[in-house]
């Protein structure tokens, strides 16, 4: 059973549009019952307790296929490299590619 998390910060709305593109990559996987959870990151130690290291960040099975080395923990935007150049969150490709991996 695969599980999706998306962690985000009030302070950051790109959580939304990777949400959807997340729900969106589920269903055309045939994974549409996967429920995305959510977890707020509210404070500095938080961030630093989930490993976040910006919103919106996407786990899956609890491991971060978008990792930089040598990120590190805080309440900021997160920005992805794709195709198209830099975003708030990946391309409904890039995560289709995470999901088929």
């Known amino acids: 059973m695969t599980t999706v998390m998306i962690q ?3 302070g950051c709305p790109n959580w ?11 269903a055309i996987v045939g994974l549409e019952d996967v429920k995305v959870e ?3 990151v ?3 130690n938080d ?5 976040f290291i ?3 960040t996407i786990l899956i099975d609890g491991m971060d296929p978008f990792a930089v080395d040598g990120a590190q923990p805080g309440l900021a935007c997160r920005v992805y ?6 975003r708030g969150s ?3 490709e890039q995560l289709l590619t995470v999901l088929l991996g």
């Open 42 to 44: 509210e404070t500095f």
């Open 81 to 86: 490299s794709t195709p198209v150049g830099l």
């Open 8 to 10: 985000y910060f009030d």
């Open 90 to 92: 990946p391309t409904l």
């Open 16 to 26: 939304l549009e990777a949400e959807a593109l997340l729900n969106e990559a589920l």
């Open 54 to 56: 910006g919103s919106p």
């Open 38 to 40: 959510r977890h707020q």
């Open 47 to 51: 961030a630093v307790r989930a490993g």
